[in-house]
């Protein structure tokens, strides 16, 4: 049975380091190879350094998988869609590759990347890479815990990967999608405490939940919480961090899912809205800068494509 890559259901961890690159021209041979080679080297250093609890994911963006894996395609897997509605917009950049390295440990992620792009170094061009860290008790710089409904336990790996009877080919793998958001905190903080939440759709100090109907239809909680047609819950397993230093903060969003299509129904509700102007005013205070769209496949995928 395959196994997944242990980053995307793993707990959250104090520090993370992103990297995206694109790879170069006739360089597809190499980059299978080295791929499959990245595992050996993340366990080496999660042995080393075992008390750093190192949590790692490759992914394979939509525009390079025909390049990488010609044979066949995830279901439904495409590039990032740019969004506009109004003002309202979320960019789409599609880089070719990315390494999500985390740990409680900065350097323990610094030496990992330094690894990481030694080895992908003549095949790949570092498009950006972001270093996120965990704020308080995890919450996003806007002040709110942010994670909180996130699925958890078995029901979590349900969320996050592929099952066998979906796609036995990828069974194991998972749909990623990120987007570097940046907060606009002067004009977050004009906003009283009350104001702030009903944006969230939660308490800020305590984390509470409104109740249902308390929660206005702006609320980020009322337009990301969307259900089926059978009344499920369409759900995403969020992995978010903060980044940043004194002149720009925000969140680096962060989401796997066992299909591409929630995170996708979620961004769109977040801008265009239920179709009564009710779209998520935590837009009004962060704007996304990048947006890219990746499938990790399990471990045993990656090995046996550098096989072949
Ligand atoms: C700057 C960007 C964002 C910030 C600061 C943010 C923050 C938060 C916070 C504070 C919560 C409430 C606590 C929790 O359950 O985690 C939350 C919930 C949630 N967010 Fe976001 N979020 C952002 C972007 C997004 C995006 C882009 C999506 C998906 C397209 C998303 C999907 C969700 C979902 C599904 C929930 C749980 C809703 C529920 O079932 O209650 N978020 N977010």
Redesign the pocket.
């Known amino acids: 049975m395959a196994r997944e890559q242990f980053g995307i259901c793993a707990e959250p961890n104090l520090h993370s380091y992103y990297l995206m690159f694109n790879v170069l021209d006739n360089k597809n041979n190499f980059i299978r190879k080295a791929l499959a080679a990245l595992p050996a080297l993340f366990d080496d250093y999660a042995d080393q350094f075992s008390e750093s609890n190192l949590n790692t994911v490759i992914a394979i963006g939509a525009n390079y998988w025909d390049e990488y894996y010609p044979q066949a395609r995830p279901q439904g897997f495409k590039p990032f869609s740019h969004l506009q509605v109004e003002d309202r917009y979320a960019p789409a950049n599609n880089y070719d590759l990315f390494i999500e390295i985390r740990s409680d440990r900065a350097d323990v992620n610094h030496v990992v990347s330094i690894n990481v792009c030694e080895l992908l170094n003549d095949a790949v061009e570092l498009v950006e890479q972001v270093k996120g860290f965990r704020y308080l008790d995890g919450r ?1 710089l ?1 002040g ?7 699925p958890k336990g078995m029901h979590k790996r349900e969320v996050a990967l592929v099952s066998e009877t979906e796609q036995a080919e990828f069974a194991k793998g998972s749909y990623l ?1 990120i ?1 570097r ?1 940046k ?1 606009n905190l002067t004009l977050w903080q004009t906003l009283k405490e009350k104001q702030q939440e009903d944006i ?3 308490t800020k100090r305590d ?1 509470i ?1 409104y109740a249902s109907e308390d929660k206005p239809l702006t609320a ?2 009322k337009r ?2 969307l259900k089926d047609s059978n009344g499920k ?1 369409l ?2 397993v ?1 992995q ?1 961090m903060p980044y940043g230093h004194m002149k720009i903060q ?2 680096f ?1 962060v ?1 796997y899912c066992h299909t591409p299509e929630n ?1 996708e129904l ?2 769109k509700s ?1 801008i265009a809205g239920d179709g009564h102007g009710n779209f998520d005013h ?1 837009l009004k205070y ?1 704007q996304a800068e990048t947006g890219a769209a990746f499938f990790a496949p399990s471990l045993d995928f990656i090995a046996a494509i550098a096989e072949n």
């Open positions: 996003d806007t709110f815990v942010d994670g909180s409904e996130n999608h987007q958001y907060h969230i759709g939660r984390d939940e980020h909680i990301t919480n819950s759900e995403i969020r978010s925000g969140l969003f989401a995170f979620q961004l977040m935590l962060t």
